[in-house]
């Protein structure tokens, strides 16, 4: 989200307007309240005796609600206005505002009240990407006090009812309110946007994810959520602030797809995916285990549930295969999009594993395992049949949808996200490293779930016979031997695609490189090509389209950062991951606490704080979550048996950290780290501290 | 295809299992197919992956309303369930679990090729 803007958001219903609460209209910002992929509003502007309203102050109460305090006249002018304004923006099925006004003369005075009102109906990709064509027909209808604007193409509607609860004048445009008030009296009223879809009974279901009720019902399942949380003490206060912001923003983009009943998985990222998408949803999920396992329930069996049982070439869906994105606007729905839903990842399936084997390490939910064995088995010969295009036994990737699917079918899908090192693009099909990490790590989990919960040790014996071996194979195919470290890919030919990537901390996680191996790769994960001193760049400094500012090919992503300081735990070097957990959370200072999905790739030295990413996502699932993951690692928790190990290892200017209350199979434990500063040295504050709690 | 709809309620009761919806233990669809002023009706139930066919008019725990050549688009795998649906051409009613499920039974798009092993159509 832009500067200057402000967002609420309730599941996948969000809304994003400016400083004054108003929604002015613009093609190609996000500006507007959105449900259900569709823009509800596009245009919403309070004005006071055909005045726009200054704003003094906002105050953000909760995720689904914002104050802003207002008085009436322009920026540019001296203001001392005797009337006070307060909008108070509230989302549920729609948008609440409640608008009072407060006169502080001692004369009484008229006023004409007016909201200029719009509905576009715009599907989101068609805002992102700035091409509104709609084929349909917009109409308006006013009514006994309320306006209705729609949108109707063939049989598919959509409607926003404005409305408010005094007596109003609707026009095409918007409503007027005429408002008197008396000597230091006051005024309100309650100005609603709902979105009306007259549809077949039971499609309301299908089309519109649930959502918490009142406020004040969100507001104390907010409460309990977080109660429910582990605590987390700390001498450094911007991590516990960081930590609540996760767990809130974590909280605000959660909702129910249908498929869920009442449970919910987190949306990726306001304002662009802020619907359900396989790889995030699972990341996640992943991030965060130790500190909301019911994320990764939902999420496995909602994905399990809309698992692929077919070939279909435009939603690129294959037997076995885990979703990508799932999205309901016009696009999709009159398949201009392949988004219901559309399959083009080739790591979402393997992740799934993943995801399901760590979830019962954790919870020790055998009934979950069991109830999605034959969903897991599909995912498995997934990737032995379909996602093995060249008979390698490597996954890889080309879209079967030669229209509008993604190039690149990995995390860094942008059509340039996988080069070499020269800075050409690779031929097809594609198998980049990690997915072959994930498969190896996907196998090795699932075997011991087949062993432990299946009980079909044969099939056990099977999957590790062929992880090992593909373990082998990868050694030797990916090792760029000269450089020392993996290869980015393989091309279509089998040959080496050579850029030196962040891809290669993801290949520690899964454990798929040889032991003897990974001191290189971990020497140039933290060496200055790499690292930057905030964390891993995506792209190495050097690589032909190495740009810091380049979406997946420069700039720092938490969530990646998070996955690679696991990894570096995995293979012993636990204070390089620590290092890592310090840049980025010493990053989160600078947003607040609210780390966004990506930001530049310069070097720490060189500016001195983080520089944005110009349209990263915020806040994004898997940016919230790196927070908890990092503090994971460097806890160093790991599930063994029935029992939590704990082996801190903190950042050198880290007294302590302590996590209580960690839920799991042993019930819930507590996890104390002390730093190197904790332990007697002097300890420094690597970031500003602040003079009071936020 | 005038019969798309027949022969894919025909098949059904032929196939009498099918693997991929052993996920429901127990539950029915009935299929309301209007043409013409007339509605027929399959009840289709589904018991651990057994499916079992009959033309009742009463019942079922998820409802599907359709016209009969909106119908047989689907039934040819020529048409997409959900997006019918969404579009406004199709309704139904019940439990989503029961649609998720049910949706694997429609065919493929006809045009849609299986493996593509040895980088078939490499490009």
């Known amino acids: 989200m832009a500067d200057g803007q402000v967002g609420i958001l309730d599941g996948t219903t969000f809304m994003v307007c400016d400083r004054a609460g108003d929604i002015v209209p613009s093609p190609d910002t996000p500006l507007g309240l959105f449900a259900h992929d569709t823009r509800l509003l596009s245009k919403w502007v309070l004005t006071i005796d055909g005045e726009r309203l200054s704003t003094l102050a906002i105050d953000d109460i909760h995720y689904f609600e914002n104050r802003f305090y207002l008085v009436p006249g322009r920026q540019d002018v001296y203001v001392n206005s005797t009337l006070s304004v307060r909008r108070v923006h509230t989302l549920d099925s729609g948008l609440h505002e409640d608008l009072s006004i407060v006169n502080h003369d001692g004369r009484p005075v008229d006023l004409t009240v007016r909201v200029e009102v719009d509905a576009d109906f715009a599907d989101v990709f068609e805002v992102k990407d700035a091409t509104a064509r709609k084929k349909g027909r917009h109409y308006r209808r006013v009514e006994a006090g309320r306006l209705v604007i729609g949108y109707e193409r063939e049989r598919y509607r959509r409607e926003t009812i404005v409305s408010a609860t005094t007596p109003v004048e609707p026009d095409d445009d918007g409503l007027t309110l005429a408002v008197h008030l008396e000597p230091y009296g006051s005024w309100r009223t309650r100005l609603t946007a709902e979105p009306d879809l007259p549809m077949p009974r039971g499609l309301e279901r299908l089309t519109i994810p649930g959502r918490a009720g009142r406020p004040r019902d969100k507001e104390r399942r907010l409460r309990d959520r977080l109660a429910e949380a582990p605590r987390l003490e700390t001498g450094f206060e911007p991590l516990r602030g960081a930590y609540r912001r996760s767990l809130i923003d974590l909280a605000a983009l959660r909702f129910s797809p249908f498929l869920a009943e009442d449970r919910s998985v987190p949306a990726a990222g306001l304002p662009w995916f802020m619907s359900l998408f396989g790889r995030d949803s699972i990341f996640t999920s992943l991030q965060a285990l130790p500190f909301a396992p019911d994320l990764a329930a939902t999420t496995l069996q909602v994905l399990a549930l809309r698992q692929g049982s077919r070939v279909d070439d435009f939603r690129e869906e294959e037997p076995g295969r885990i979703l990508h994105e799932m999205r309901y606007g016009e696009m999709s729905v009159f398949e201009e999009t392949p988004h219901t839903p559309y399959f083009g990842s080739s790591d979402a399936t393997p992740l799934f594993l993943v995801l399901l084997d760590e979830y019962e390490r954790w919870t020790g939910d055998v009934g979950l395992v069991r109830s999605v064995e034959q969903e897991a088995r599909a995912a498995i010969d997934w990737i032995d049949h379909y996602a093995d295009l060249t008979g390698s036994g490597y996954i890889s990737y080309q879209r079967r949808n030669t229209r509008n699917g993604l190039e690149n079918q990995c995390w860094k899908d942008s059509w340039d996200g996988i080069s070499y090192q020269d800075g050409r693009l690779p031929g097809f099909p594609r198998a980049t490293c990690e997915l072959q990490g994930y498969a190896y790590d996907a196998k090795m989990r699932t075997a011991r779930l087949a062993r432990a919960v299946w009980h079909d040790p044969a099939y056990a014996n099977r999957l590790e016979r062929e992880a090992a071996e593909l373990k082998r194979r990868f050694n030797r195919d990916f090792w760029v031997s000269d450089g020392e470290y993996m290869a980015l890919a393989l091309d279509g030919d089998g040959r080496q695609v050579d850029a030196l990537s962040s891809n290669i901390g993801h290949l520690l996680w899964s454990g798929i490189v040889d032991e003897s191996k990974a001191a290189a790769l971990v020497r140039h994960l933290m060496s200055p090509a790499l690292f930057s001193g905030w964390g891993v760049r995506t792209l190495a400094e050097g690589a032909g389209r190495y740009n810091p500012i380049g979406y997946h090919v420069g700039t720092i992503w938490p969530f990646d950062n998070s996955f690679i300081a696991w990894g570096l735990r995995r293979y012993g070097y636990a204070d390089e991951a620590a290092r890592i957990a310090a840049g980025i959370l010493d990053a989160a200072v600078f947003y607040d606490g609210r780390l966004p999905e990506a930001f530049a790739g310069y070097s720490r030295a060189e500016t001195k704080y983080p520089v944005n990413y110009p349209t990263a996502c915020s806040p994004q699932a898997w940016s919230a979550g790196a927070t908890l993951l990092l503090l994971r690692t460097m806890l160093g928790l790991n599930p063994v048996g029935e029992d939590l190990v704990v082996r801190p290892t903190l950042p050198a200017s880290l007294d302590f950290v302590a996590l209580l209350d960690i839920p799991g199979r042993w019930g819930h434990l507590d996890a104390y780290g002390r730093g190197p500063a904790g332990a007697g040295g002097r300890g420094h504050q690597p970031a500003p501290q602040q003079l009071s709690a936020p | ?123």
């Open chain 2, 1 to 123: 295809m005038a019969d798309a709809t027949q022969e894919f309620f025909h098949g059904l009761a032929r196939r009498g299992h099918d693997r991929r919806l052993r996920a429901i233990d127990e539950g029915s669809v009935r299929f309301d197919i209007s043409r013409d002023g007339r509605t027929e009706h399959w009840l289709v139930a589904i018991d651990r992956g057994d499916i079992r066919v009959t033309e009742e008019a009463t019942g079922g725990d998820a409802v599907v309303e359709a016209d009969r050549a909106v119908f047989d688009r689907i039934a040819s795998g020529e048409a997409y369930f959900l997006t019918t649906v969404l579009r406004g051409e199709a309704a139904v009613a019940g439990s989503p679990r029961l649609f998720a499920t049910l949706r694997k039974l429609f065919p493929p798009p006809p045009t849609s090729e299986g493996t593509r092993r040895r980088g078939r159509g490499r490009g």
